[in-house]
T-cell receptor, first 116, second 113 residues
Framework: AQTVTQSQPEMSVQEAETVTLSCTYD???????LFWYKQPPSRQMILVIR??????QNATENRFSVNFQKAAKSFSLKISDSQLGDAAMYFC?????????????FGKGTKLSVIP | NAGVTQTPKFQVLKTGQSMTLQCAQD?????MSWYRQDPGMGLRLIHY???????DQGEVPNGYNVSRSTTEDFPLRLLSAAPSQTSVYFC????????????FGPGTRLTVT
């Protein structure tokens, strides 16, 4: 079974600085998708970024980018120019591309605090 | 588009009571699912549906029932509530295309006393 591990339960960053959240996963599949979701205090799950495993280029979305290392099964999220609104729980998630692609497997989350 | 909507936002039940959590989406997504979120556990899949009339179990299905009579709606039924079902419940939907991002509803916080 696939597993997703987020080894940092909590992190903090100064406003305007850069922070990197770690995620590792375990799978025997070669084709799959990885996601980062943000959950602010409102509880809403918001998709931040998506990475396709067969693409070597790292995904970026404005201030958010990933470092995808397929061989190491690592998928970290970098937030640049951190803003107060970035404070939230961040979840890394995995889904296969084949049978079972209906299911997202989530890590336990990293709580990010932004210090003014 | 309203996206994915869930009702109610909060609910308190007594042990043994039954209730239905409602979920609807207006994006014409074929795939819908229910997750529960417990402290320190991330989100876990309860049940899912790949289209009207088709449902299947996820990782933690015990104590829950689902049906999918229309593309838009996917209700989750708690048959006899237990304190272990105290959790936050999320409904999600997506296209069935592999790797399609899941869109989540706002969640329902359920407390069973």
């Amino acid at each position: 079974a696939q597993t997703v591990t987020q080894s940092q339960p909590e992190m903090s960053v100064q406003e305007a600085e850069t922070v990197t959240l770690s995620c590792t996963y375990d799978t025997s599949e070669s084709d799959y998708y990885l996601f980062w979701y943000k959950q602010p205090p409102s509880r809403q799950m918001i998709l931040v970024i998506r990475q396709e495993a067969y693409k070597q280029q790292n995904a970026t979305e404005n201030r958010f980018s990933v470092n995808f290392q397929k061989a190491a099964k690592s998928f970290s999220l970098k937030i640049s120019d951190s803003q107060l609104g970035d404070a939230a729980m961040y979840f890394c998630a995995y889904t296969t591309s084949g049978a079972g692609s209906y299911q997202l497997t989530f890590g336990k989350g990293t709580k990010l605090s932004v210090i003014p | 588009n309203a996206g994915v909507t869930q009702t109610p936002k909060f609910q308190v039940l007594k042990t043994g009571q039954s209730m239905t959590l409602q979920c609807a989406q207006d994006m014409n997504h074929e795939y819908m699912s229910w997750y529960r979120q417990d402290p320190g556990m991330g989100l876990r899949l309860i049940h899912y549906s790949v289209g009207a009339g088709i449902t299947d179990q996820g990782e933690v299905p015990n104590g829950y029932n689902v049906s999918r009579s229309t593309t838009e709606d996917f209700p989750l039924r708690l048959l006899s509530a237990a304190p272990s079902q105290t959790s936050v419940y999320f409904c999600a939907s997506s296209y069935t295309t592999s790797g399609s991002p899941k869109y989540f509803g706002p969640g329902t916080r359920l407390t069973v006393t």
